[in-house]
């Protein structure tokens, strides 16, 4: 009988000491990762990125900083335009994340890009929009001049472009060059002088109509999230009027990187490119099914 309790007891014994080395192996992998994460050298990554990406990019820095706590990413969001002026200026940045080519191809040309990086990652959609419940007399772009204010981007601002080149393919508008070369002014007078609030960029497009200041405005699709109850999409414009609104990002030539730097913007680029990403993009209201 004896025996017995002792077996019982040194079982006992046994398996708490078992349970007891799990808990002090996991206690040590745990600690092994978080003094990983603490060895890596801290850096920080400038990012450009166009006024549009601004909600979905701060969601997927969230994510990324979950694995790279070391990792600061700090955005610049604006137009596109602006920011290729500025990176062609000297301002340092490590990653372009363009609303359009036409600035990508520039910064291309300007020998900024790094080799093999430029990859199409985005579509969107134009949309023209007003308040909920507005009582406006617009549908869409083809009785765009029945608004009493429009809210639109300018030339050199990818959703202005592409307003006025779906101007164009409709007939209102006329040129004989690049449609971003046809002025604020030109666009009102062939709307029969509708008064227009001309926009630095996207955001401010719908921040006009979004508080009212101006009836309608043109943006983008994926800048209606989380205005579904705030704005009324009147016409979703087909690419067939304004082509197609290709999202390309790209890494950027930085001599003032260290390597450190370097190689956190290369894998922040990797992330922007990886399907997880792309479950986010799709969620922000972003097309993600393009050629790369």
Do not use: W
Request: proline residues 1%; contains cysteine; charged residues 25%.
């Amino acid at each position: 009988m004896l025996k017995r309790i002792a077996s019982v007891l040194l079982a006992g014994v046994m398996a708490v000491s078992l349970a007891a080395c799990g808990e002090n192996k996991k206690t040590e992998e745990k600690a092994d990762d978080n003094s990983k994460n603490s060895s890596k050298k801290e850096t920080e990554i400038q990012v450009f990125i166009a006024a549009s990406l601004n909600t979905v990019m701060t969601e997927l820095a969230k994510e990324y900083n979950e694995d790279h706590p070391e990792v600061k990413i700090t955005f610049n969001a604006d137009s596109s335009g602006t920011l290729l002026t500025q990176i062609e200026e000297g301002y340092e940045c490590d990653l372009f994340f363009s609303a359009a080519q036409k600035q990508m191809d520039q910064l291309e040309a300007d020998g900024l890009v790094v080799d093999g990086t430029r990859a199409n990652v985005l579509n969107n959609q134009v949309v023209v929009v007003s308040l909920k419940d507005s009582g406006t007399k617009v549908t869409g772009l083809e009785n765009l001049k029945d608004a009493k204010s429009i809210a639109l981007a300018g030339g050199s601002v990818p959703v202005g472009k592409y307003t006025r080149q779906a101007l164009v393919n409709l007939g209102t508008l006329k040129t004989d060059g690049e449609v971003d070369a046809i002025t604020t002014a030109q666009v009102s007078q062939a709307l029969g002088g509708v008064e227009i609030s001309e926009e630095d960029n996207v955001s401010k497009v719908l921040t006009a109509v979004a508080e009212g200041s101006c009836e309608v405005g043109t943006t983008y699709y994926s800048d209606t999230y989380g205005y579904e109850e705030k704005l009324d999409i009147l016409q979703t414009v087909s690419y067939d009027l304004t082509g197609d609104v290709i999202y390309p990002i790209c890494q950027v030539q930085n001599d003032e990187a260290d390597k450190t730097q370097t190689a956190a913007a290369k894998d922040f680029y990797k992330f922007v490119l990886s399907d997880k990403a792309k479950k986010v993009f799709d969620a922000y209201y972003f097309d993600t099914d393009v050629e790369r």
